[in-house]
């Protein structure tokens, strides 16, 4: 009697995990008596459960299969998109340089930069620099008569004198930093 009670949890059980709900309003003695060896019922199992495992296997294989084909067809598809290019060959042209010795830099005409010009530089504390007016001086680290020195972005690229031109402030160049000197500027 306990083997048939032990079945019925079982069945209860498995019932359940399925969801099968028209199983649960059956009479659950309803296919006791068609079993009666408990190994036949033990195989019965086991045969579904290796059919619904080589089932998953199958599906399995066949999702594979269909990842490798649309795998294939994409890289067929993107062989076909790729181009062949004949480049010029530029070696002789490099070597040869500009015959005419006017470079043709009128593409970088048109970029703006910004021009600043230093007299000087001091460094304040906030005290002293909150204590500052009008008509206060500020002493700078530069001797009278000491070129100015002309950035542009930021970088040195020339010294200079301050002139007056039609009542405004310029400057008349007296000195251009080397190429090789903005160089080692840069690093």
């Known amino acids: ?21 028209t199983s649960i309003e059956s009479n659950p003695l309803d296919g006791l008596d068609t079993v009666t060896d408990p190994s036949n019922a033990a195989s019965a199992e086991v045969g579904q459960d290796d059919e619904a495992l080589a089932d998953e296997w199958a599906a399995a294989l066949a999702e594979t299969e269909q990842e490798e084909v649309r ?3 994409e890289q067929a598809f993107l062989s076909t998109q790729t181009h062949d290019y004949a480049l010029k060959d530029m070696r ?7 015959t005419s010795g006017k470079r043709d830099l009128d593409f970088i005409l048109d970029i703006p930069l910004e021009v600043s010009a230093e007299l000087g530089r ?5 005290n002293e620099l909150l204590q500052l007016g009008q008509g206060s001086v500020v002493e700078l680290n530069k ?7 002309i ?19 310029g400057i008349r160049l007296t000195d251009i930093i080397s190429p090789i000197e903005r160089v080692k500027q840069l690093g």
Not at 92 to 98: E, I
């Open 1 to 21: 009697m306990s083997e048939d009670q032990d079945k019925l949890a079982q069945e209860w059980a498995d019932a359940l995990l399925d969801g099968d709900d």
């Open 71 to 73: 795998h294939e067809k």
């Open 92 to 98: 002789a042209d490099a070597k040869a340089g500009h």
């Open 122 to 126: 001091t460094k304040l504390l906030i």
């Open 143 to 149: 001797l009278a008569g000491e070129p100015l020195e």
């Open 151 to 169: 950035y542009v972005n930021g970088k040195l690229v020339a010294r200079g004198e301050a002139v007056v031109i039609n009542e405004k402030f």
